[in-house]
């Protein structure tokens, strides 16, 4: 049982998503580097899993009060021994991508600040807190970007999509227990129209190619807005849970808008089809 509470701890369903980080890099850097892609899905996977593991680690006393169905609070795991996994999952997320590049093992290291400052000290700020955790997911984005030595600069801003989409998101989470506010929607909506900006310039950047992100914007909206709108209007801790699960899941369809932009429909395809181990992980694991 004890292993199973482990693979709890890493939200299995969460790192699908951080998966297609990886890919929608991978298509803008524009190059085929099957092994080194390989690399740095195991370097996210580190990445990602430390850093859910640590926030859970230090909101062992929280979640005592607000979940006390997770592991920690419990009593299935530890704080020491979900402290130790998490270490050790990081460490490898930055070993792998240094196996990769220099460049990757920089940008891994970025992410494992970020994600332990957001855990420990950003995720409790109004403001910061949800650019700090849009931060660790841009710099997941461009981890996937890095498996090119040299990318053009241009191709730096598919950050500012998830780094916007996931502030937005998170913005509206502080809403999941007590319920949302007047701020966390406008912030939400101020973070969501900002992800949306970037992703039309870098549609009218490359040209025609941006027709076949249509449809799967479209599928993106349709996933989110009505979740969205319903949290926002009501403020019902429930609607706000069901939305943020929503946005967490699509942001794949995200990465798969950006995968089209920079390497086809048929690819982006094949980054939307994460959406269903995620979604089949998501009911048996918690999202958030």
């Known amino acids: 049982m004890q292993p199973f509470q482990f693979i ?13 980080d990886i890919f929608a890099g991978y298509a803008a850097a ?35 009060r607000e979940r006390p169905e997770r592991p920690i609070p419990s009593g299935a795991v530890s704080v020491s021994s979900a402290a130790a996994f998490g270490a050790l999952l990081l460490l490898c997320g930055i070993l792998s991508a240094w196996a990769c590049s220099r460049l990757s093992g920089e940008l891994a290291l970025g992410i494992a600040a970020s994600a332990l400052f957001y855990d420990a000290v950003g995720k409790h700020h109004l403001l910061f807190g949800p ?20 990318p053009a600069i241009s191709k730096w ?3 500012g999509v998830t780094l916007s989409y996931i502030a937005g998101i998170t913005s509206l989470s502080r809403g999941e227990v007590r319920g949302g506010t007047n701020v966390g929607a406008l912030l939400t909506t ?29 599928l993106l909206l349709f996933r989110i807005a009505g979740r969205l709108t319903r949290a926002i209007r009501t403020g019902d801790p429930m609607d706000v849970r069901a939305a943020v699960k929503a946005g967490v899941l699509s942001l794949i369809v995200v990465d798969c808008c950006i995968a089209t ?7 982006g395809v094949a980054v939307l089809l994460l959406y269903v181990p995620a979604t089949l992980l998501a009911k048996w694991f918690a999202v958030t």
């Open 8 to 20: 709890r701890l890493a939200r299995p369903a969460n790192i699908i998503t951080a998966y297609a």
């Open 30 to 64: 524009g190059i085929q580097e099957h092994g080194k892609l390989l690399l740095l899905l195991a370097s996210t996977t580190g990445l990602y899993a430390g850093g859910v593991v640590f926030n859970d680690v230090f909101d062992a006393k929280l979640d005592a």
């Open 131 to 150: 650019f700090n955790m849009g931060l660790c997911r841009g710099l997941n984005l461009l981890l996937g970007l890095s498996v090119a030595s040299n």
């Open 157 to 159: 801003a598919i950050a």
């Open 190 to 218: 101020v973070w969501l129209t900002i992800s949306v900006t970037i992703l039309t310039w870098l549609g009218i950047r490359q040209g025609r190619s941006a027709l076949f992100v249509i449809p799967f914007f479209a």
């Open 261 to 267: 932009l920079f390497a086809g429909p048929v690819y």
